[in-house]
DNA sequence: TGACAAATTAACCACGAGGTACATAAGTGA
DNA sequence: TCACTTATGTACCTCGTGGTTAATTTGTCA
């Protein structure tokens, strides 16, 4: 099947199956690129199956039902975009600059992963039902907390850091504005043109974001003249 | 039909009034709750019409078909909007108090208009295809950009606000975090914790919003500590 | 090899949902 | 009152789509 490369063929022991996993990736990605496009209800299962390298029975087979294999391919965009996030090492960098480091991080990834972005839209629409039924979400979204609560804590030591300084608001101020920036591209530039989604816009709205972020929690701080 | 309170609204089987106007009304605002909480796609002509005082016949009789419903919802949702914000004058505030007074108003009319933040999620999911289509949504928008541009020349003619203050860069902050708080709660708080989403939580971060961006084009500008 | 299970295919099905045909009641004006 | 338009309800149709049945091939290991 069309698998990317077999190293399922050159595999040791228990793998007398044809060729599982490869079929199952097959799936996933292009179920992502499916649901991520058209929604749950929106996207059709034939369509995945005509565009995948196998059958519509194989979704069946592996996944259950339309809801299960969503389900799947939310589990794995959201694995994905946290194994990103926590590769991202700031503890040797100071507070401030560790914090500009970590929205900018932010920022980038969710401009580098629109899939993400509109399949967590989608959840949202759905109430979270299919987050709150996973097992695995709920455990990767600790990283980025405890990050950020590092950070802070070092900040406030040191003094760099207002005493109100919070993770999770950090957090929810990070997202807010790199979640935005991509969720709702679409409707903003149809509304006010888009002047901010070109190169040099997108550039300026990254720094905004920073200076915006440690505005709100660096002491004294002075966001310096933006171009 | 009888929208709102007419009183012979059980006896319409055998003697029906015309009443075009509450039909249309009253379908609208089923079919806003239905795409709202379904979708495009997940929302269902069948159950609208249960719902609605008349039967499924008109809803095609006014509206045409599926889409066309959806494009008459999400134009009367977005004039509903932006009305409310027009009515908020602030051409008499100072400009910093002025732009406190638009990013809390844009807040608030966030909150209090789920459905709205909804149809605009579902609008990009769809890549604004029916934003784009209408006549009447782009002009809509101007008004929010003028009152902030207003303020801005007001404020650095009077040296309060930076040089490099932008209206539109002010309102993609502004809201950025206003919509990301609605139409990520579900996500967000099933991830972190509810913390962030109670009264006093949301308090917050309302005024965290109004620090971050007051910080970003004010001269200066100290938060006051949060509690 | 042959039994046995896992993997896979192709044809098929049930039914829900979008959309329509048609009849008819409610108004309007002469 | 009668013709005519607008508005409305009932019943119906069609087809796309999620899901399945049954048979077939592929691979393991005794």
Chains 1, 2 share one sequence.
Not at 31 to 38: G, H, K, L, S
Not at 110 to 135: D, G, T
Request: aromatic share 8%.
């Amino acid at each position: 099947m069309g698998g990317s490369c077999d190293e399922a063929s050159q595999n040791r022991k228990t793998s007398w199956k044809k060729n599982p996993e490869a079929v199952k990736e097959n799936i996933l990605t292009i179920a992502t690129e499916e649901f991520a496009a058209q929604g749950l209800s929106g996207a059709n299962i034939n369509e995945i199956a005509k565009r995948t390298a196998t059958s519509k029975r194989m979704i069946y087979y592996y996944f259950g039902d339309k809801e299960g294999l969503y389900q799947h391919v939310l589990e794995r965009v959201y694995s994905s975009l946290r194994e990103t996030e926590q590769a991202l090492n700031v503890s040797d960098l100071e507070p401030v600059a560790a914090l500009r480091r970590l929205t900018e991080a932010t920022f980038d990834s969710h401009v580098n992963n629109p899939h993400f972005i509109r399949l967590v839209m989608i959840e949202n629409i759905h109430n979270a039902e299919y987050v709150k039924k996973s097992e695995i979400i709920p455990k990767l979204n600790k990283a980025i907390i405890e990050k950020l609560a590092d950070v802070c804590e070092r900040g406030k030591a040191s003094g760099v850091l207002r005493e109100d300084a919070d993770p999770l608001e950090l957090h929810w101020m990070t997202s807010s504005a790199s979640f935005y920036n991509v969720s709702n591209m679409a409707t903003f530039s149809t509304s006010f043109g888009n002047s901010l989604y070109t190169k040099e816009g997108q550039k300026r709205m990254r720094q905004r974001v920073v200076d915006m972020v440690l505005g709100a929690v660096v002491v004294g701080y002075q966001p310096p003249p933006v171009s």
